[in-house]
């Protein structure tokens, strides 16, 4: 062997042997934050409303029910017992059935009043409307974002809206079947999807009126005999009531 191969051969033993201490640690990244779900499929644990009797599990759903038999009179929630919710993702699936009149939804970043009503934002849908899906105030300034529309509100609580095109026009889902609604509030932005499609959004800026936590809860609302079921409920915390993850 001449004396430049062994020159080489002696340089990558070298760096073999002292790689370790020559090349930096890596950075450590931290875990992403997984869904977990809010919902075991078959039973109401974790779940409470002021009456449990309009509430029970069928066919692997939360379902609550009006019937001539058991009519109700004022709206009803059946809230997640895990706390408030800040800066989050929310998916879940769900589907009404019963008369064409029949208004449904959820409430998030909300809270119960002394009544076991509930005021804050809300996912409201309703059959038989052209816009079926929309971005709703609850005992407050109402609909925030249709359908197809984006809703910027300022400081001062002035809304600026513009068209979300794609989401405008025929719908791509039936509330009477299974759709999945992901809802993902970060700040003052609330996006909503239905089946994976932009649908609304809003940007509240204004202090006076918009909610960074609040509770999650499952609403049936008053009306003539109806059937509400959810499914499938994963929650992604991003950003706890608390400030930290």
Known sequence: MNAKLRSVILFFAVLLVGGLAIVPALPVIAAEAEFKKLFDGKTLDGWKAADMTYWSVEDGAITGKITEEHPLKENLYLI???????????????????????NNGFQFRSKELPNHDV????????????WLVRLYDEHGRETLAWRGQRTVFD????????????????PWFKLEEWHEYHLICAGPRLTLKVDGRLAAEVIDNDPNQRDLSGILGLQLHTGPPTTVQFKDIQLKV???AGGIR
């Open 119 to 130: 005021a804050g934002y809300q996912v409201d849908n309703n059959l038989n409307t052209e």
């Open 155 to 170: 400081e001062g609580g002035k809304a600026a809206n513009t068209e979300i095109p794609e989401a405008k026009g025929a």
């Open 238 to 240: 991003l950003k706890t």
């Open 80 to 102: 997640w017992q895990g706390g408030e919710l800040a800066d989050f993702e929310l998916k879940l699936k769900s589907r009404v059935g019963g008369s064409k009149e029949i």
